[in-house]
């Protein structure tokens, strides 16, 4: 990719991210500076939100770029989120991974403070989009061990709770990202309304999961 190439997507990329930044605000998966949004532009460079700022209300011009080594790339700005290492190590062991969304939305994080998995096998849609969704043991956020981890667990999971933190997604794309976020939450919302119903699961077999991804 050319420098105008490199620019001319950068340029694209960066009122998106600021709208799925909104998105994720107005659904109350974000509050205060928490959450953060990465994409991969090339092999070595990364697009992402910056640490300290709420997603609701960013700009352009507020968005970082780094490096693989989570180095900021770009001069002057705000610096990279907290979290990049988390990104950058879905970014390594998963190739197909574009992007990155990570946020604390309310249903799916009452899962992760519960360390308690979403059972598999109710939802099509679910079965598809996400498949089985990982819970990651806690450490730091930001930490070298919450990368770690996390990143471990990408190669076989689209969507993973942090335990005692919040829930990261990843897509080809920054909105395919994002929308696996809200299949998540909504699905971990009908769980729990089910549940506080005292209503009995039920569950798919893996031919309906396949008659439906036809």
Not at 79 to 107: F, M
Not at 112 to 127: A, C, D, M, R, Y
Not at 209 to 214: D, E, H, N, R, S
Request: charged letters at 20%; aromatic letters at 6%.
């Amino acid at each position: 990719m050319s420098k105008i190439q490199l620019q001319n997507e950068i340029n694209r990329l960066k009122p998106l991210i600021c709208d799925i930044g909104r998105r994720m605000w107005q659904r109350s998966y974000v509050d205060g500076n928490g959450g953060n949004i990465s994409v991969r532009i090339t092999k070595d460079w990364i697009l992402c939100t910056p640490t300290l700022i709420s997603k609701g209300f960013m700009t352009p011009d507020d968005l970082c770029l780094v490096d693989m080594d989570g180095r900021p790339r770009s001069k002057g700005g705000r610096p990279p989120t907290s979290e990049i290492l988390t990104h950058l190590a879905i970014y390594r062991n998963v190739p197909e991974a574009g992007a990155c969304v990570h946020a604390h939305p309310p249903h799916a994080t009452t899962f992760s403070i519960t360390g308690v998995q979403p059972p598999k096998h109710i939802l099509p849609e679910v079965e598809i989009f996400l498949g089985e969704i990982a819970v990651v043991p806690y450490h730091h956020p930001g930490s070298p061990e919450m990368a770690e981890a996390v990143g471990a667990a990408a190669p076989t999971h689209r969507a993973m709770l942090m335990q005692n933190h919040g829930a990261i997604t990843w897509g080809e794309d920054v909105e395919t990202a994002y929308w696996k976020m809200e299949i998540l939450d909504n699905y971990c919302r009908m769980l729990l309304l089910a549940k506080a119903a005292g209503m009995i699961f039920t569950t798919i077999d893996k031919q309906g999961v396949a008659a439906f991804g036809k």
